[in-house]
């Protein structure tokens, strides 16, 4: 079971051993920062009502093009491009409208297929730091509120809940024999992480 960012970060580094340590499976590796840089610093105008909660995990963990649990952890694939470069492209090009992502001040911070992963700066619906799993939708250019679900109550939980996600995924019979009892041991571990309840429906 993973409880902490140290656990998620042993748990990726054994993924990508087990993977064979081959360079074109780096995007399932999550390493903690040598030097922790000050993300915050560089997300200066509207980037920086993004969440302390969320500064406080890019400061210390490099998640760029990050593949996790069926997420992408950056708001878009590559590993090139810096987080916050990628963070500034998605505010200033938004997927959906920007009265929409305003109205909820969502930012974009990664993606599950089609769908978005947003933070939120606090409104009256959402707390601050919330992490947000915005669907696609069938119009784009008119999304619901019914298309947001939430997911975890900040981001170090969203990761950690993503990666014992994605452990008990993996132990899932081919013909899904025993898919009823991984979904209650992922849902225990959610019990155990002391993860309030309001957040279990997106994930199974």
Known sequence: MINTLQDLVKFTDNLFKELGAKEHFKDVLINFKVDEENEQGKLNG??????????????????????????????YSLKKEKIEGQLRKAFDDPFFPKEFMDKHRMYQVGSCNTDLICVTAGTEQFTNGEVLLVEEGFDIYNPQDAQIHLLAKDFEQFLIIAGNFD???????????????????????????KVDEKYYSAWW
């Open 46 to 75: 509207p980037l920086s009502a993004l969440p302390q909660t969320y500064c406080n995990v890019i400061k210390k963990l490099d998640i760029t093009g990050v593949l996790l649990g069926g997420f992408c952890l950056s708001p």
């Open 167 to 193: 452990q008990v995924r993996s132990e899932i019979n081919e013909d899904e024999s025993n898919y009823a009892e991984k979904k209650e041991e992922f849902l225990d571990r959610l019990k155990k992480l």
